[in-house]
């Protein structure tokens, strides 16, 4: 039970520098016009948005990293003959020309390098994961470890002593 009134706490300082940005950004919206994102944890995307979007409001760089590859599509659709259409050809992936293992989220917090890997439930670091944190770690960087804001939060205060 503490553990959910602690991530209200972090969630609930989320939103409040949210509305605060907010506020100065556009100053003559009333307040029952404003309107708060609906921040989660619980998915891998909804955590990664929290982190994001807590360092750009602490005036941080934040962004997210996408290591996915792409998607060459060689179809081609036609009408035959007989008025119906065909789609012929394939549907081609090129793997990712970036690092493998790169981190979910790269930051510049106060002139560091910052790398954030969003982990949640039972999901944990592959190899290629690892030996990225190594060398981040290895060349002066921070790497953290996400499974939810609260610990995020936490570890932002300690490591950057904000807040």
Same mark, same amino acid.
């Given at each position: 039970m503490e553990a959910d009134t602690s991530t209200r706490q #972090? $969630?609930?300082v989320l939103r409040d520098l949210h509305l605060t940005a907010d506020r100065l950004r556009y100053p003559n919206v009333p307040e029952y016009g404003r309107v708060i994102p609906n921040y989660t944890d619980k998915t891998a995307n #909804? $955590?990664?948005k929290c982190?994001?979007?807590f360092i750009r409001l602490n005036n941080f760089q934040s962004e997210r990293i996408n290591c996915t590859g792409r998607v060459i599509d060689r179809r081609k659709t036609y009408t035959d003959v007989l008025g119906h259409s065909r789609t012929v050809g394939s549907i081609d992936y090129v793997k990712t020309s970036g690092q493998t293992g790169t981190a979910d989220i790269s930051a510049t917090i106060?002139?560091?390098s910052v790398k954030i890997e969003v982990k949640i439930g039972r999901d944990r670091q592959r190899p290629e994961q690892i030996e990225y944190q190594k060398q981040i770690e290895a060349s002066g960087g921070l790497y953290f470890i996400a499974t939810d804001f609260e610990q995020f939060f936490t570890w932002y205060?300690?490591?950057w002593g904000v807040l």
């Amino acid at each position: 039970m503490e553990a959910d009134t602690s991530t209200r706490q #972090g $969630l609930q300082v989320l939103r409040d520098l949210h509305l605060t940005a907010d506020r100065l950004r556009y100053p003559n919206v009333p307040e029952y016009g404003r309107v708060i994102p609906n921040y989660t944890d619980k998915t891998a995307n #909804g $955590l990664t948005k929290c982190i994001i979007d807590f360092i750009r409001l602490n005036n941080f760089q934040s962004e997210r990293i996408n290591c996915t590859g792409r998607v060459i599509d060689r179809r081609k659709t036609y009408t035959d003959v007989l008025g119906h259409s065909r789609t012929v050809g394939s549907i081609d992936y090129v793997k990712t020309s970036g690092q493998t293992g790169t981190a979910d989220i790269s930051a510049t917090i106060q002139g560091r390098s910052v790398k954030i890997e969003v982990k949640i439930g039972r999901d944990r670091q592959r190899p290629e994961q690892i030996e990225y944190q190594k060398q981040i770690e290895a060349s002066g960087g921070l790497y953290f470890i996400a499974t939810d804001f609260e610990q995020f939060f936490t570890w932002y205060q300690k490591s950057w002593g904000v807040l």
